[in-house]
């Protein structure tokens, strides 16, 4: 059973920086391809930055300079690196497991507000 979760989240001022991490258990991340993706109320679930198994990485427009995606396999963990927020950042983040299935982690709440 491959599991994911999620830290990191939390309240932060516009300008601020967080970095939330995504353990992958149950599983190695070494063949798979990793994303983070968030949804803010009503809206749908977007995605926000991906990394593939070797390394490439693509960034959703809004985010592009502020955001960065990173992978350590040795520690079976994808990390997001934000920073620069905006309040239009404020959102539920999901880290995204794929390689012979998908699997999503449970989300961990970001807010950005003064």
């Known amino acids: 059973q491959v599991r994911l979760v999620e830290s990191g989240g939390g309240l932060v001022q516009p300008g601020g920086s967080l970095r939330l991490s995504c353990v992958v258990r149950?599983?190695?991340?070494?063949?798979?391809?990793m994303s983070w993706h968030r949804q803010a109320p009503g809206k749908q679930r977007e995605l926000v930055a991906g990394?593939?198994?070797?390394?490439?990485?693509n960034y959703a427009d809004s985010v592009k300079g502020r955001l960065t995606i990173s992978r350590d396999n040795a520690k079976n963990t994808v990390y997001l690196q934000m920073n620069s927020l905006k309040p239009e950042d404020t959102a539920v983040y999901y880290c995204k497991f794929a390689f012979r299935n998908i699997y999503w982690g449970q989300g961990t709440q970001v807010t950005v507000s003064s």
């Open positions: 149950g599983s190695a991340t070494s063949f798979a391809n």
């Open positions: 990394i593939t198994s070797t390394g490439s990485t």
